[in-house]
């Protein structure tokens, strides 16, 4: 088995207003030297099965086809081998 | 004159379908059939119409889960052979996921839902859903979070080329201003149509600007339109 962990960003060339409205917060808090906030998304779950290629593909397939949007977003995911 | 049937795809968090079906059936007098998403049947609809509201909860991106819902399968075979298909808010977003339309919808600029009348100015009017609509502007109300499009360069390039863009943000004039934007949505858009001219896709509600009743009826062109042009 193995515990999937994806990581989604929107794309550089993709606007992230909501990331720019955090980052507004933070200058409210008095925090004010970060810059660049984005916001993407962060997934985990397993895939039962101990061929580390078929999970490779599966996680892959998962990823392009419903957990991002390649159109705005691009994503990274690492496999760990549970017992 | 024959009239379409519409079908109106419920999905688990749909809102707008019964105004659709409403606006459809008793305000413009067409025939129409109410289609959940777990079955796969259009049930000989002429118009498939996917509603405005959250389906899935917005879980994930919008329109994201709905695209794979049953009775998608069928909506995108009917698209791929030329029927009409009206995405409308909710549905449009479903549209995009499902990749019958371009494109994707982010955030509103102002990151607020934005709930009001706007007018449209009606950008191509040879279309099916527009052909002798007899009028530049409509007023049509929106209701949405997500209703800023953007679409890349190329894509954006070619759905102008090709006369995609069926609707944009304008003021009662029809002028496109950048102040009259309530969205962010990129030049403006609206809603678009594919190339084939089959599948429409808006943010706006016509279906809820149908009825004197709500002193709103400019949605009204848009369904006599497509129910006057369906069969030509």
């Known amino acids: 088995m193995y515990k999937a962990t994806v990581v989604i960003k929107r794309r550089p060339s993709i606007l992230d207003p909501q990331g720019k409205a955090v980052e507004k917060g933070a200058a409210h808090l ?20 101990n061929d580390k290629q078929e999970a490779e593909k599966e996680v892959e397939e998962y990823c392009k086809k419903l957990l991002a949007n390649p159109i705005m977003e691009d994503f990274e995911f690492t496999l760990n081998k549970e017992s | ?9 419920v999905f688990p968090g749909s809102n707008c379908d019964h105004d659709a079906y409403y606006a459809v059936k008793k305000e413009l007098g067409y025939d129409v059939e109410f289609l959940w998403h777990k079955d796969r049947d259009l049930k ?52 995009l996921e499902a990749g019958l339309l371009p494109g994707v ?8 839902f934005v709930c009001k009348d706007v007018y449209l100015s009606v950008e191509n009017n040879n279309t099916v859903y527009t052909k002798g609509i007899g009028k530049n502007v ?9 209703g800023n499009y953007f679409a890349d360069e190329n894509t ?8 995609q863009v069926v609707f944009k943000y304008a003021t009662s004039e029809g002028n496109i201003t950048d102040e009259i934007n309530p969205n962010g949505s990129t030049i403006g858009i609206a809603g ?3 190339k084939r001219g089959n599948v429409l ?32």
């Open chain 2, 138 to 146: 409509l007023k049509v109300p929106i209701a949405h979070g997500e």
């Open chain 2, 44 to 95: 000989g609809s002429d118009v498939i119409i996917l509603p405005g509201g959250f389906s899935y909860g917005d879980y994930l991106r919008t329109g994201a889960i709905a695209r794979f819902s049953p009775i998608m399968n069928e909506v995108i075979n009917f698209a791929e052979n030329g029927g009409k298909v009206m995405g409308i808010c909710n549905g449009f977003q479903i549209l």
């Open chain 1, 30 to 49: 008095g925090i004010s030297n970060v810059r660049n906030t984005r916001i993407g998304k962060y997934i985990e779950f397993v895939v039962d099965t």
């Open chain 2, 105 to 112: 919808m982010l955030k509103n600029k102002s990151l607020q």
């Open chain 2, 156 to 163: 954006l390039k070619d759905l102008v080329a090709n006369n």
């Open chain 2, 201 to 232: 896709g808006m943010m706006p509600h016509p279906e809820r600007a149908c009825s004197p009743a709500l002193h709103k009826t400019d949605g009204r062109f848009i369904f006599k339109a497509l129910a006057e042009n369906i069969f030509n």
């Open chain 2, 192 to 194: 678009i149509i594919n």
């Open chain 2, 1 to 9: 004159m024959k009239v379409p049937k519409f079908g109106v795809v």
